[in-house]
């Protein structure tokens, strides 16, 4: 059942049909977004957001792919300018991430589909709220092994969720004129 759900989810464009332009931009959006987050928030990149932006606009497989670009660009930056620790827990925490974030797109496409009757920007909180909690939950599951509890405090996790919303807000204004702006030249190179 759960391979019939993932398969179908793959094969069905969450976005409109037919705007690549659309679809290209949102890739831009999300590296240029986890670029500018993971140099200012550094371990609070709002992975839930950026999965359920990805989940929105592109075909799983195009999201899922995204959010590994997404990944590899904070590690990168986490890694090579801010100093990360080169320890194997530390790179197990960084494959953690990118597993978790990787859920949340799955979460996010799934709530995106079952909510498709009403419509795009009224599934967004909600597949926000799941992807969200299947991110962190993702990331509590390894703290027995990796570490790290106590960073899931209520007013920590309470910070990093306001985040997660900020973000995605930001992100579908960007999505959605990028849209806009798409459309309006198609419609000019018609006349």
Known sequence: MLERTLSRLAATRLSTPGHDATQMWCVVLLVAGCASAS??????TPFAA???????????RSA????VAVWLV?????????????????????LAIGAAAAVAT???????????????????PLALLASFAGYELGLLAV????????????EIVGRIAFLNAVWLAGLVVALEAGRLLDGVARRQALR
């Not at 899922?64 to 959010?67: F, P």
């Not at 080169?86 to 790179?91: E, F, G, P, S």
């Open 50 to 60: 950026f999965a359920v932006l990805a989940a929105a606009a592109l075909p799983l």
């Open 39 to 44: 140099l200012v928030f550094s371990c609070a």
């Open 106 to 124: 799955v979460v996010a496409a799934v709530m995106f589909r079952r909510l498709a009757a009403i419509g795009r920007f009224a599934a967004y």
């Open 143 to 154: 703290t027995p092994v990796l570490g790290g509890a106590g960073a899931f405090t209520l």
């Open 64 to 67: 899922l792919a995204a959010i």
């Open 74 to 94: 904070n590690q990168a930056i986490g890694f090579g300018l801010l100093g990360y620790p080169h320890t194997l827990n530390t790179a197990a925490w960084g």
